[in-house]
DNA sequence: CTGAAAGCGCTTACAG
DNA sequence: CTGAAAGCGCTTACAG
C-alpha cells in the first residue's frame, strides 16, 4: 500500500503511525488511549482498528515521562522473602497485572550503606510510580528513607510491620489471632501458655498483644516472653530452653517455621509434642499441615492483603476514596481461622 | 543567588538544572553521568560537585525512553512463588541492584486469557528493559510468548525449567543431585528407590533423570515413576500409595516439601521413617533442618543462580561475553552438597 | 469534538 | 574535549 523502506524493518509501531494509519491527530490517539474526552464513535473504531493492525502497545516509558506519572507500583521490603512477604507479592502483582500495571520490586538490605540504599531508592522513584507500598516497614533506614523520599501526592500504602503513624497501613488481626490462639491453648486446660515471638514486633495490635490479653483475662500468669531471630536455628534453642522448665505445657509461636523449631529443641531434650507439651504457630504455612505433627495455627491471607493494598492504590489514582488513606485498616474476617490440628492437646495428667 | 520563584516548588532537579549550576552543557553532564568520552577534570568536578548540591538523580524514564534501553531487568516467572523461585528473585534483586538496575517482576497465570497476558508481556517489555529473565520457563503459552515478543538483541537469560534450545538457560546440577541422592540410598542397602517427580519436569539432565541413571548403573530395577502436583496434600496422597506396597523401602521425592507430604502419606498407613522407609527431599529448604524426621536432601543455592543470571545479563551489556549468551550453563559445585539426616536409613532388616 | 505545538528529561549524532 | 539541536513517544494546555 504505502512505500515501505526495503528494509522492512519491523520498528515498534508509535502512537504517531497509529494516528497516520487512523487518518486522525496523534492528540486523538493519546486521547482514546486514556478515553479522556468523547470521540466520535467513527473515530473511536478507526483508532482500534488502527491499534489493532499494528498491533500498538503504548511506550510506559514515554508515558510516564510525559503524564509524570507512570503505570508502575513500586513495592519496598526487606531482603529476605519471608513467607508472609511472598504471599503478598503475589496479590500485589495480580491486582497489579489486572490494572495494566508493572511492579518493581525493591529489596532494602538493611546492612547495605545507607547512600547506596538511597540511590536504589531514588532511582526507583524516579520512574514516578504512581504508587508506593511498603511490605513489613520497620523503624530501621530503609523504611524511613522510602517514606520520606515518596512525594506526598503519590498514594502510599504499607503493610504489617511496625505502626507507623499517620501512614495508611494494613494489617492482619493478629491481636485476634493470639488472642485465640492462646485461648484454645488455655481451653485444653493448660495452666498458662508461653510465647515466641517474631522478630521485631510491636507491643500492641500483634500477636503477642493478643497472647497477653487472653492470659490477663483468663486470670493466667503471664510468663516471661521469650524472642528469636528469623533463622529457624534459633528457634530450635529458645525450645530446647523451653523444654528444660517443667511449667512450660503450652507454647504459641510466633510463626510456624518457629514453632517446628520449638518442636525440634523439645524434643531434643525429651519433650513430646503435643503429649508433653503442646505448640501452635501461625500463618497457616503450607508446611503446618504436613509437619509430624501437624500444626494447629491461625491462617492468614496474604495474598489477600496483596490484593487490597494494590486496589487501595488503584482506587485512590481512579479518583475514589481519599479519607481513608490515613488510617490503619484490618484486613481478613476473624472468624474460622483457628486451625487446630495434632500439635495441641491437653496437658499431662501430673500438670493439670 | 539567582532569582527563585516565590513558591519555592522543590521541583526534582533535571539534568539541566544541573548544567546551570555547573557551568556546562547537558551534552556534557550526559556525558559524565554515562562516563562516555573523556571531559576535563575541573569541569568533572563541577559537575560532580553541582549534582551533590542538587542531590540530582536522572530519571530512569526519560533515560530509557531517549536512549532505547532502560536499566531494568524484566523478570517473568509462574504465579505460585515457590522456593525455589523466592531465592532466585533475592539474588536477582540483589544483583541488579548493586548495578543500579530496577527490577520488574512480573508473575504470569498459566489460567488467565492469552489476550491479557500478551498485554502484560508487551506493556512490561514497553520499557525497553536491558535484560530479560524467566524463571522456569515451561512450554506453555506464557514463556513461549516472552520469547517471541522479546528483541533479538536483548540480553535473555532463562533458569531452570524446561530445556529450550538456543536460548541462554542457566541449570544447577539437578542430574547429579539425583544421582548422588539415589546412590547414598542404595549404599545404605536399599535394593531399589522410588521416585515421585515434580511437575511438569523434562526426562534428561533433572532429578529424574539422575535418579535413574544411578539405578541402571546399580543393576537396580527402575520402578514406575510417581509423579504429584505442587499442592503438598496430592504428596501425601503419593505416600499413602507408596506405603501400600511392599517393595518399597526407600524414596526420593522431587523436593523437599514433597517429602514431608511423602512422610505424612507413609505414616498414615503405619509406615515410620526411617525405620520402614528411608525418604529423601531436594533443595535444602529450611523445613528439612527443622521437621521430624529431619530431612536428607540435596542443597542448592537459589541466590546463587539469581545472582549469575543477572551477572551475565550485566556483563553481555559491558560489552563482555557474547558467545557464551546461546548455551546452557551449569552453576554451583558439586561437592559437599549432599546433606544426610534423619530420614534415610537402612533398610529393614527383612528387606535386606 | 479535534489539531498543532510545546514539553517531559534525557541521549546522540553532528559539527567544531 | 565540548555545544547546539534533533529526537525518543507520549500528554496536555491552548485554540478553534
Redesign the pocket.
Known amino acids: 500500500m504505502n512505500e515501505v523502506s526495503h528494509e522492512n524493518a519491523k520498528?515498534?509501531p508509535?502512537?504517531?503511525d497509529v494516528a497516520k494509519l487512523a487518518g486522525?491527530?496523534?492528540?486523538?490517539?493519546?486521547?482514546y488511549?486514556?478515553n479522556?474526552?468523547?470521540?466520535?464513535d467513527e473515530?473511536k473504531h478507526r483508532i482500534a482498528q488502527a491499534i489493532e493492525m499494528l498491533d500498538?502497545?503504548?511506550?510506559l516509558?514515554?508515558?510516564g515521562?510525559?503524564?509524570?506519572r507512570s503505570k508502575t507500583i513500586a513495592l519496598f521490603t526487606g531482603s529476605k522473602l519471608l513467607y508472609g512477604v511472598t504471599g503478598c507479592i503475589q496479590g500485589i502483582e495480580a491486582a497489579a497485572s489486572k490494572a495494566g500495571a508493572v511492579v518493581d520490586v525493591v529489596l532494602l538490605d538493611k546492612h547495605q550503606e545507607p547512600g547506596k540504599m538511597r540511590q536504589t531508592i531514588k532511582s526507583t522513584l524516579s520512574v514516578n510510580p504512581c504508587g508506593v507500598i511498603i511490605d513489613q516497614p520497620r523503624y530501621d533506614t530503609g523504611s524511613e528513607m522510602v517514606l520520606r523520599e515518596v512525594k506526598k501526592d503519590v498514594p502510599l500504602v504499607l503493610i504489617g510491620g511496625n505502626r507507623i503513624e499517620g501512614q495508611c497501613q494494613l494489617f492482619t488481626y493478629d491481636d485476634h489471632g493470639g488472642y485465640r490462639i492462646t485461648q484454645h491453648l488455655l481451653s485444653l486446660g493448660h495452666k498458662t501458655v508461653f510465647h515466641v515471638a517474631v522478630p521485631e514486633e510491636d507491643e500492641s495490635q500483634t500477636r503477642q498483644s493478643g497472647w497477653r490479653r487472653a492470659l490477663e483475662e483468663a486470670g493466667a500468669v503471664v510468663p516471661p516472653l521469650y524472642r528469636t531471630s528469623w533463622d529457624p536455628l534459633d528457634a530450635v534453642e529458645v525450645g530446647r530452653k523451653l523444654g528444660q522448665r517443667d511449667d512450660v505445657t503450652a507454647v504459641f509461636a510466633g510463626n510456624d517455621e518457629i514453632a517446628l523449631g520449638v518442636i525440634r529443641g523439645l524434643y531434643s531434650v525429651g519433650k513430646r509434642v503435643p503429649q508433653d507439651v503442646s505448640v501452635a504457630g501461625f500463618d497457616n504455612n503450607p508446611i503446618a499441615s504436613l509437619s509430624i505433627p501437624s500444626l494447629t495455627t491461625w491462617r492468614q491471607d496474604f495474598e489477600h492483603i496483596g490484593i487490597f493494598a494494590t486496589d487501595l492504590i488503584l482506587d485512590q489514582i481512579a479518583g475514589n476514596l481519599d479519607t481513608e488513606l490515613k488510617t490503619a485498616h484490618y484486613v481478613g474476617d476473624t472468624a474460622e481461622q483457628l486451625i487446630i490440628r495434632e500439635s495441641t492437646a491437653a496437658p499431662p495428667a501430673q500438670s493439670r
Open positions: 520498528k515498534t508509535s502512537i504517531n486522525v491527530s496523534v492528540s486523538s490517539v493519546s486521547r488511549l486514556n479522556a474526552a468523547h470521540l466520535r473515530k500498538y502497545h503504548p511506550s516509558l514515554a508515558r515521562l510525559a503524564a509524570n
